[in-house]
């Protein structure tokens, strides 16, 4: 077990454009989570999966914004038409059972930069 | 909705001596609550957690944390501070029912000077 992976750590891409960051949880894990974090704040939540179901999204997540995981295993995050204010740190996090429960195992982050 | 306050911003303290990192939550049931520690350029590790049984629970790396419920407190203490706990430390509480989502804390960032 490797862990929460995601791809790639950095990310630098111009306003406008269209980004795609990529998590592999942990394999036993069913539940998946995507937050942001920007800088001096705590991680922001995004949306989560349990299985292959996106089951909850939060107001933070824009029309711009879509999340899928496939087949219940890895999960992709998709900006598109960036913008700077989406400049900040996207945090994955796996668990099996709620992570509000048992805690997360999270990613090293995806560290966007709109430019 | 629940809401967690971490007062501090930074704190700073001597290598060896003790460390208390402060956390209050505003919540109508009792709360799920964590800790998670942060190093630099990294995701988030959980160092403890509680919802049940003893208030005062122990964690990795020597950390441990009181639940206090007439505080509304879950404060974060180790005895003897390492230059390696220099990190940032999250307080987080999960609402019961439905999907548990927890709210994170803003954060103290702990300075550890030699």
């Known amino acids: 077990d490797t862990g929460v992976s995601q791809d790639p750590r950095h990310k630098i891409t111009k306003r406008g454009q269209n980004v795609t960051f990529r998590c592999d949880p942990i394999?036993?894990?069913?539940?998946l989570y995507w937050y942001r974090q920007t800088l001096g704040q705590g991680p922001e939540f995004l949306t989560y999966?349990?299985?292959?179901?996106?089951?909850?999204k939060s107001r933070l997540l824009s029309d711009r914004f879509s999340a899928e995981r496939p087949k219940g295993s890895f999960s992709t995050l998709e900006i598109q038409r960036t913008e700077q204010g989406d400049s900040a740190m996207y945090l994955c996090?796996?668990?099996?059972?709620?992570?509000?429960?048992?805690?997360?195992?999270f990613g090293s982050g995806t560290r966007l930069t709109v430019v | 909705a629940q809401s967690v306050t971490q007062p501090d911003i930074h704190i700073t303290v001597s290598e060896g001596a003790s460390l208390e990192l402060r956390c209050n939550y505003s919540?109508?049931?009792?709360?799920?609550l964590f800790w998670y520690v942060q190093s630099p350029g990294q995701g988030l590790q959980l160092l403890l957690k509680y919802f049940s049984g003893d208030t005062l629970v122990q964690g990795i790396k020597g950390f441990e944390a009181e639940f206090k419920r007439s505080q509304s407190s879950f404060n974060l203490r180790k005895p003897s501070v390492h230059w390696s706990d220099a990190a940032e430390y999250f307080c987080?509480?999960?609402?019961?029912?439905?999907?548990?989502?927890?709210?994170f804390g803003r954060g103290t960032s702990l300075i550890v000077h030699p």
């Open positions: 999966f349990q299985n292959e179901a996106q089951l909850e």
């Open positions: 919540y109508g049931a009792t709360p799920y």
């Open positions: 996090a796996s668990s099996m059972g709620a992570g509000g429960i048992y805690g997360y195992t």
């Open positions: 987080a509480v999960g609402r019961s029912g439905g999907s548990y989502i927890p709210t």
């Open positions: 394999s036993e894990h069913n539940r």
